[in-house]
């Protein structure tokens, strides 16, 4: 134990020394996901999409984004030419992005269209940027956790229907919230089968099959039901990742930045004894430590993404080590280019 603490300590030493090196010309962000290990060396922290706006303001030829690949597809998407973005762990690649691959949305898209109406795709940002690009092909556009309501809303107004895509929870849930009745909502198939049935037609929301791992399976409606039966008046708020029913159990619902202002302003008024928290393990027990003294945070359930946690103190330190053999770069394919940022500059223009 006591030699493992020596050796992180080494390599905490040689990441503030090489951040040192760099000084302006190095920038490291992270997203809320990432252990304590690698969150003591990030200079920005955010959810996606506070760290998306925050890419076109940053001056330093080297970004290192301590997150999952979509998101440094993003803001490589987002840098400046002559910068670089930088990922510790190329295979940190977010499972729900991987439930819809570009050749699939297509090939749906397509189908749609060819069926005479017109559908607007409207993509999570967990997506990949190739399915951003299709998306922006198709005069649809990406939002957030933070931003699926407005951009459901607007997306409603440019056609016939809308594709939501990867995350039938996030789907389902924003749909809720605006009222759009369950049987106007359909979740189609990723193989492009059945999409002229009388369901799809008839629908305002075709709704791809995919969801996250972490929020789908991990936290389930009866540890909602129980935390409220061990902690009578307390409150659950959790992502809208979670299924419906969670959601509808729950006492709030939103973005990972809402989830983060939410325990802050409970501790601060100090009314609550507890609050619960469903979402990514890393947060929820960072916001246990900060506000331990205030309230009492409790996880929905022990849920870490493996795929943030594969980014860790010992291969930041070994892309900050190869920064100028660009070790870790990631290289954004320049076709996908403007159709993607069409996707992503329709989303920062219209919330
Ligand atoms: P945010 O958009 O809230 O940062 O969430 C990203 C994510 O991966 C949630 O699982
Ligand atoms: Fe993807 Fe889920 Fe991990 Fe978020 S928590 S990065 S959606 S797998």
Not at 156 to 170: E, H, I, S, T, Y
Not at 193 to 204: F, I, Y
Not at 334 to 346: G, H, I, M, T
């Amino acid at each position: 134990m006591e030699h493992r603490q020596v050796a992180a300590g080494g390599v905490d030493a040689r990441i503030e020394a090489l951040k040192k090196q760099y000084g302006k010309d190095l920038v490291i962000l992270g997203h809320h996901y990432q252990s304590d290990d690698v969150i003591r060396h990030v200079d920005i922290v955010g959810d996606s999409l506070e760290l998306a706006r925050r890419i076109p303001d940053i001056e330093a030829r080297n970004i290192v984004f301590c997150g999952v690949y979509f998101m440094a597809e993003s803001a490589g998407l987002l840098a400046r030419p002559g910068q670089k973005v930088f990922l510790p762990d190329h295979g940190a690649d977010c499972a729900m992005a991987r439930m819809a691959r570009a050749e699939d949305v297509q090939n749906v898209l397509e189908k749609l269209a060819a069926a005479g109406r017109k559908i607007v795709p409207l993509a999570y940002v967990n997506s990949s940027l190739a399915v951003k690009a299709v998306v922006g092909r198709f005069g649809g556009a990406v939002c957030t956790s933070s931003n699926a309501r407005p951009m459901l809303e607007w997306a409603m107004k440019q056609g016939d229907a809308v594709l939501f895509l990867p995350d039938r929870n996030l789907g389902r849930n924003t749909a809720r919230a605006l009222g759009i009745p369950a049987e106007k909502q359909v979740i189609i198939g990723a193989d492009g089968k059945g999409l002229d049935s009388e369901d799809v037609r008839g629908a305002d929301l075709l709704l791809w099959p995919g969801c996250c791992p972490v929020h789908d399976s991990l936290m389930k409606p009866d540890m909602v039901d129980a935390f409220h039966a061990h902690f009578p008046g307390c409150r659950v708020i959790v992502h809208p990742e979670c299924t419906p029913e969670v959601v509808q159990r729950c006492d709030g619902a939103g973005s990972t930045a809402y989830l983060i202002k939410e325990a802050e302003r409970a501790a601060a008024e100090g009314k609550e004894k507890a609050l619960c928290i469903g979402t990514e393990f890393h947060l929820v027990h960072r916001l246990m430590e900060k506000l331990a003294d205030r309230i009492n945070i409790i996880p929905l359930a022990h849920a870490s993404c493996p795929d943030m946690e594969k980014v860790t103190a010992e291969n930041l330190l070994a892309t900050l080590e190869g920064l100028e053999q660009g070790r870790g770069a990631v290289d954004v394919e320049e076709s996908l280019k403007a159709p993607a940022r069409d996707s992503l500059v329709r989303m920062l223009e219209n919330c």
